[in-house]
């Protein structure tokens, strides 16, 4: 741990999820970590991560194929529970971290596969179906890609994206863009959080209709003189 930028290694987040939290956690300053509330009233505990070009601010982390299969089923599971009435035709993965849900919500919804996207351009791929984008975690731009032998399973079909986090809405739009070259119809976009809300001035109000989440987070600002992080 260092106290002075009241950051800590990850490794035992992400893995339990909590009946009770004690209550001065649940308000500020956090000094390490920061507890969302889950729809069934259990907390999931977040670490806190500065952000990589001020580290005087930081956002609450959650890195799915870091979690515990219990914590993916349990966000997978109220995932599933808001968008069961949209009854997609196929549910899309998006690199990396939205993969790791994709998979235990489409079974929940009662489907047998998922269509993955990717960043990494196949020699087979055509630029075509793909689209720019990029995250506040990666440090350079990157292109979505789907294979082109998935085309068929996607165009004219109701679609729901599946996503661990939106934060500024660039990936979800990237997302949209490759739907809307294929020809599919977007039906959802399903996260497990959502970081801060200034993705709603990146999208659209209908693309913004589009969006359900778990749990949402804040920002936050680091105070010394409080012992922690204040939120934004």
């Given at each position: 741990m260092t106290g002075e930028t009241f950051?800590?290694?990850?490794?035992?987040?992400?893995?339990?999820?909590?009946?009770?939290?004690?209550?001065?956690?649940?308000?500020?300053?956090?000094?390490?970590g920061y507890p969302v509330r889950l729809p069934d009233g259990r907390w999931l505990r977040l670490p806190i991560r500065t952000r990589q070009q001020d580290p005087d601010r930081a956002v609450a982390s959650f890195i799915a194929n870091h979690a515990s299969f219990a914590v993916l089923d349990a966000l997978a599971g109220h995932m599933a529970d808001q968008v069961a009435s949209l009854e997609p035709d196929v549910v899309v993965g998006l690199p990396t971290l939205g993969l790791a849900l994709a998979t235990?919500?489409?079974r929940r919804l009662g489907h047998d596969r998922i269509v993955?996207?990717?960043?990494?351009?196949?020699?087979?791929y055509d630029d075509r179906w793909s689209q720019d984008t990029c995250s506040i975690t990666t440090t350079t731009p990157r292109r979505l890609y789907v294979d082109p032998n998935l085309v068929p399973l996607l165009a004219g079909r109701r679609v729901l994206v599946v996503d661990d986090t939106i934060s500024t809405g660039t990936t979800a739009?990237?997302?949209?863009?490759?739907?809307?070259k294929i020809g599919a119809r977007p039906a959802g976009i399903a996260l497990a959080m959502s970081q801060g809300d200034a993705w709603?001035?990146?999208?659209?109000?209908?693309?913004s209709a589009l969006i359900s989440f778990v749990f949402q987070t804040p920002?936050?600002?680091?105070?010394?003189?409080?012992?922690?992080?204040?939120?934004?």
């Open positions: 950051t800590e290694p990850t490794t035992q987040y992400w893995q339990h999820v909590c009946d009770h939290v004690p209550a001065e956690e649940t308000s500020p300053p956090f000094r390490l235990p919500l489409a993955p996207f990717g960043t990494s351009r196949k020699y087979w739009l990237a997302a949209l863009g490759v739907l809307y709603r001035s990146r999208l659209d109000p209908d693309q920002h936050f600002v680091r105070d010394p003189r409080a012992g922690g992080w204040v939120t934004i």
